[in-house]
């Protein structure tokens, strides 16, 4: 909530200031490509991938960094499986804002799904049930990203 309501004046992107390190986030994995957990995720273990440059959509990446940027979604993809054994996977991307991108900043979203993620509170009061605070999922995920290797 003290995110939420927070008025800010800072105006910037907040995947390139994340990126600069002037906002704090849970990174990992950096480079041309950040790997970062969803502060407000859809389920455990939500990821956001997105580019070092701002770019707002995707066919402003050149085919090197497009193939990195699939690349990075599959190393998640594999250390996700490892840590959190999930059933199966959301991987998305909102570009612009019609599509509901709430951010400029191109980005996808990796969501593992379990089968369970979506009981009766989710679907009977629209509210969200995380079974497992999101800094406990964070620490466990970023042991499994230490190793750059899938």
Excluded: Q
Excluded at 1 to 13: N, P, T
Excluded at 23 to 48: R, W
Excluded at 56 to 82: A, G, P
Excluded at 97 to 108: E, M, P, Q, T
Aim: proline content about 5%; overall charge positive; charged content about 30%.
């Amino acid at each position: 909530m003290k995110w939420i309501l927070k008025k800010s004046k800072d105006k910037r992107c907040l995947l390139c200031s994340i990126a600069r390190g002037k906002t704090k986030a849970k990174i990992l994995k950096e480079g041309e490509f950040y790997v970062i957990m969803n502060n407000f995720p859809y389920t455990t273990g939500h990821l956001l991938i997105f580019p070092k440059k701002h770019v707002s959509s995707i066919e402003e990446l050149n085919d090197e960094e497009l193939m990195k940027l699939m690349k990075t979604i599959k190393f998640c993809i594999i250390k996700l499986k490892k840590c959190l054994k999930p059933k199966g996977f959301n991987i998305g991307c909102n570009i612009g804002k019609v599509a509901g991108a709430s951010v400029k900043h191109l980005h996808f979203h990796i969501v593992p799904r379990s089968g369970s993620d979506a009981g009766f509170v989710e679907i009977v009061s629209s509210t969200k049930v995380m079974p497992e605070p999101i800094e406990k999922t964070y620490k466990k995920i970023k042991k499994y990203f230490r190793d750059s290797k899938p």
